[in-house]
T-cell receptor
Framework: EAGVAQSPRYKIIEKRQSVAFWCNPI?????LYWYQQILGQGPKLLIQ????????DSQLPKDRFSAERLKGVDSTLKIQPAKLEDSAVYLC???????????FGPGTRLTVT | GNSVTQMEGPVTLSEEAFLTINCTYT??????LFWYVQYPGEGLQLLLK?????DKGSNKGFEATYRKETTSFHLEKGSVQVSDSAVYFC???????????FGKGNQVVVIP
């Protein structure tokens, strides 16, 4: 079974530029999560989707971050415009409807200069 | 709200030494508890879990017991290997929420 796929793996941009990350969850997993992991900290949930609907986006900085999961499968996370403090690893995870285990992708490491 | 506290600082130890990483939590209701591991350059992987009090999760020689009375879920391994070098995260999720709350993580370095 293929795992959660993310791209790109690394991205370097200047502040005020825009960036987008892509996630393909495990086939059949209805729930998808985006996390932000700042160096030296644990991951923090940004947004949770159930199929193509948003379940929890209470910790998403909506003035600059947006995410969508139009067909209930792939998802994109966008930052526009980026700030220096957005430098982090962005993790995507998915979960099926049975248990509460989340499966994580390898992450995208974003550096904002 | 839910929160997880891990012991401060990296852990450096010699091969075959005993490893303990402390984890305590605050949660509403009866959470499920997890340990995740992150090897260099890789994503988070579930190491073990426990879903109710007194349960013991185990995997790859690692163990952790869900202690409700002390709200703890300490990770232990009797004899570490160099390949165990990684960052270890304690996490919890409350029933009906499915939002994982993570600790800050502990870097473990095992020296040959």
């Amino acid at each position: 079974e293929a795992g959660v796929a993310q791209s790109p793996r690394y991205k370097i941009i200047e502040k005020r530029q825009s960036v987008a990350f892509w996630c393909n969850p495990i086939s059949g997993h209805a729930t998808l999560y985006w996390y932000q992991q700042i160096l030296g900290q644990g991951p923090k949930l940004l947004i949770q989707f159930q199929n193509n609907g948003v379940v929890d986006d209470s910790q998403l900085p909506k003035d600059r971050f947006s995410a969508e999961r139009l067909k209930g499968v792939d998802s994109t996370l966008k930052i526009q415009p980026a700030k220096l403090e957005d430098s982090a690893v962005y993790l995507c995870a998915s979960r099926d409807g049975q248990g509460n285990e989340q499966y994580f992708g390898p992450g995208t490491r974003l550096t904002v200069t | 709200g839910n929160s997880v506290t891990q012991m401060e600082g990296p852990v450096t130890l010699s091969e075959e030494a005993f490893l303990t990483i402390n984890c305590t939590y605050t949660a509403t209701g009866y959470p499920s508890l997890f340990w995740y591991v992150q090897y260099p350059g890789e994503g988070l992987q579930l190491l073990l879990k426990a879903t109710k009090a007194d349960d013991k999760g185990s995997n790859k020689g690692f163990e952790a017991t869900y202690r409700k009375e002390t709200t703890s879920f300490h990770l232990e391994k009797g004899s570490v290997q160099v390949s165990d070098s990684a960052v270890y995260f304690c996490a919890l999720v409350s029933y009906g929420n499915n939002r994982l709350a993570f600790g800050k993580g502990n870097q473990v370095v095992v020296i040959p």
